[in-house]
């Protein structure tokens, strides 16, 4: 089989060169994701086959399963693939900004700053305001706490390491400042808000499914078409401002796009850890590192962990429903450990 | 780096001021609070006590444990911070960073929710053991490597320690609800509600501990010119260096049983203590037990304030305090170096 197939207009105007391999692994992982939504309803006890879920999301199946599946199951299976689709890809776009493979949304800071202003947002507003405003709010805070890092670290430019020390700096603060509201918010059940903290999809309804959608599903693909500067950005600053590529334009449109779709994720299911960190490299293993592939298949890798560690989180310790952040945590940091002692030479 | 006292005289003085600030901060951690007693009162409580009177019965019953508690964890904390980064050369180098506080909350809340203890002695040293733990795995890991030891490396480590003890302790709390309900607020750090029956059965280790570290001033200081002079200057680095571990794990360790994670006390401590008294370890060890003594008792008067009548729990308000700092130390510190 060729290695790239080139498609040219008939007088070479314009043309693309695909690489098939990388190709063939993110359709294959888009087909896998996509399997996860109409199996994963199904684990469990009782279990469900494929058909008669597809029967009841029609509203065509027996009517029992109806319930379980339509109103319990696959708003789940579904926020969990978007809320990992939204952290991979997030890492990703990252990973590639900072040139730092430690670099993820959650070590940066950038989800605590979600979760501070979400946690705000339920405490005092959600009452009043309803829940339709909450991911706007933990995007803007989000938002706030990337900015805040990024002039931090601002001197004369930004170094990655930098970045990073200066990110765990500023998560400690926030943090500081989540637990600060728990503990002050009036009768509020403290023990609920610290398992959404931990990252849960254990009440996920169509309308989480609807608060997350429009972001995954314009923000995602806008990357992966815009993500090939981060192909030249890869070759260092100065190497692709000579190739004519505005470097820092393009990094803070890149950097918006990545705390938007943190922010986002972090509003619907908690801060559910270490997802942005891994799946970014797990893809890099299978697609290589051209970005347009990279993006996508970070994201559909991120999904497919987040859907695990729930199905895991619902069914391995039942009756009990265990934060899903807590499985992604427990394998991630042991992978942050890993890359940590493989990358020992470069702090 | 310059520091402030520069002769002998002037670093007595300082000192002195440091003891008087040490009184200052005891007698406010008395006085202030929810219930407004008057001073009459709070010295009747120590001369002729009356059971009688709430006032009195509140200041010897919940006030004072918690300004002891206050010098105790605060002076441990700081000296714990300033000798490791004595040991590790490293200036973000402090309990919380280290991971210590989570690798001890984590042994202590698989002790409570999975084995049920009740013995707080057993539970103070499956604390030591947690705290051993994760401090020589972040202590491991963040030296490997070419360049040894670099900042970027140990923090990175610790936070990664952090982040799977802390994941686990998680776990544990989530699957035992009635656990998480009381450990809650201690999972953020506080020095409130607690005995002083809980400090006795550790008293003497961290006493004895803190007294080896002020007797450490002088090794510490020739440590600090490199280990390579030190050991050719006949210095037995690696038994200091074992020395040195025991110590920073009996105080953190010991802390982190009784009070939970307060973050940021031994890591903002010693470079106070080292801009006004310079980087003689004779004089930064006993001073930063001092004023870091004083910082948690004044944070924790400070949480019982703020927001009357309800109190934060002191490890919020240190990390609060201590976060700009460790961002300070982070963006113009390392740079020196």
């Known amino acids: 089989m060729a290695r790239q197939i080139n498609i040219r207009s008939k007088k070479n105007t314009i043309s693309f060169q695909i690489d098939v391999k990388p190709l063939l692994v993110t359709l294959f992982l888009f087909i896998l994701t996509a399997a996860a939504l109409f199996a994963g309803p199904g684990l469990g006890d009782p279990f469900f086959n494929p058909v008669e879920i597809g029967q009841s999301l029609f509203g065509i199946g027996s009517g029992g399963n109806e319930f379980i599946i339509n109103t319990l199951r696959f708003p789940r299976a579904a926020v969990s693939l978007l809320a990992g689709l939204c952290l991979g890809t997030a890492g990703a776009i990252l990973q590639g900004i900072v040139r730092n493979p430690l670099a993820s949304p959650d070590i940066i800071g950038i989800t605590g700053g979600a979760a501070v202003a979400a946690v705000i947002y339920i405490t005092f507003f959600q009452d009043s305001f309803g829940i339709q405003w909450l991911p706007f709010t933990a995007i803007g805070g989000a938002l706030m706490a990337s900015l805040l890092i990024f002039l931090i670290s601002w001197n004369e430019g930004v170094t990655p390491i930098r970045l990073v020390l200066i990110g765990i700096g500023v998560s400690a603060a926030i943090n500081a400042c989540t637990m600060l509201i728990l503990t002050l918010s009036p009768d509020y059940s403290a023990s609920q808000a610290y398992i959404w903290l931990t990252g849960s999809i254990y009440g996920a309804s169509w309308e989480n499914l609807r608060l997350l959608l429009p972001w995954a599903v314009l923000i995602v693909p806008m990357t992966v078409i815009y993500s090939s500067v981060l192909n030249v950005q890869e070759l260092g600053d100065d190497t692709s401002a000579g190739l004519g590529l505005s470097v820092q334009k393009h990094r803070i449109v890149l950097l918006l796009c990545s705390v938007v779709l943190a922010g986002a994720a972090v509003s619907v299911v908690g801060t559910i850890g270490f997802v942005g960190l891994v799946a970014p490299h797990i893809a890099r293993l299978l697609v290589g590192r051209s970005f347009p592939y990279l993006l996508p298949s970070a994201g559909f890798v991120g999904a497919l962990i987040v859907f695990s560690a729930d199905i895991v989180a619902r069914t391995a310790f039942y009756p009990s429903d265990i934060p899903a952040g807590i499985f992604t945590a427990g394998i991630g940091a042991p992978f942050f450990i890993y890359l940590l002692v493989k990358h020992r030479n470069k702090f | ?337």
């Not at chain 2, 040490?22 to 609070?33: A, R």
């Open chain 2, 1 to 337: 780096m310059s520091h402030l006292l520069k002769t002998k005289q002037s670093r007595f003085i300082g000192a002195f001021a440091a003891v008087l600030l040490l009184l200052f901060t005891f007698c406010s951690s008395l006085y202030f609070g929810q219930t407004s007693i008057v001073i009459e009162d709070i010295v009747q409580a120590f001369t002729q006590f009356n059971s009688s009177s709430t006032n009195q019965v509140i200041v010897l019953d919940e006030r004072l444990p918690r300004a002891v508690l206050g010098i105790v964890i605060g002076a441990s904390l700081a000296v714990a911070g300033a000798l490791m980064q004595a040991l590790t050369g490293n200036p973000l180098a402090s309990p919380s960073i280290f991971g210590i506080n989570a690798g001890a909350l984590f042994f202590v809340v698989l002790a409570i929710t999975l084995f049920s203890f009740s013995s707080l002695v057993h539970i103070m040293w499956l604390a030591l053991l947690g705290a051993a733990v994760s401090g020589l795995l972040v202590f491991l890991l963040g030296s490997i490597g070419r360049d040894g030891m670099t900042p970027i490396k140990v923090v990175l480590a610790g936070s990664a320690i952090s982040a799977l003890f802390l994941s686990m302790t998680q776990a544990m709390l989530v699957l035992d609800e009635n656990g998480l309900q009381q450990v809650l607020f201690w999972l953020s750090g506080s020095i409130s509600g607690r005995s002083l029956d809980m400090l006795y059965p550790i008293l003497p280790f961290i006493l004895i501990a803190a007294a080896g570290a002020m007797f450490m001033g002088k090794a510490l200081n020739v440590f600090a010119t490199g280990e390579d002079v030190a050991k050719n200057l006949g210095q037995k680095t690696n038994l200091l260096k074992i020395g040195i571990g025991v110590i920073v794990i009996i105080l953190a360790g010991s802390s982190v049983s009784i009070a939970g994670a307060i973050g940021f006390i031994g890591l903002v401590v010693p470079h106070i203590t080292r801009g006004l008294f310079g980087p003689d370890y004779r004089w930064v060890v006993p001073l930063s037990a001092v004023l870091g003594a004083s910082l948690l008792m004044s944070a924790d008067v400070l949480a019982r304030l703020l927001i009357m009548p309800q109190e934060i729990p002191v490890g919020i308000m240190t990390a609060l305090i201590g976060t700009p700092f460790f961002i300070y130390i982070a963006r113009y510190g390392l740079t020196k170096r």
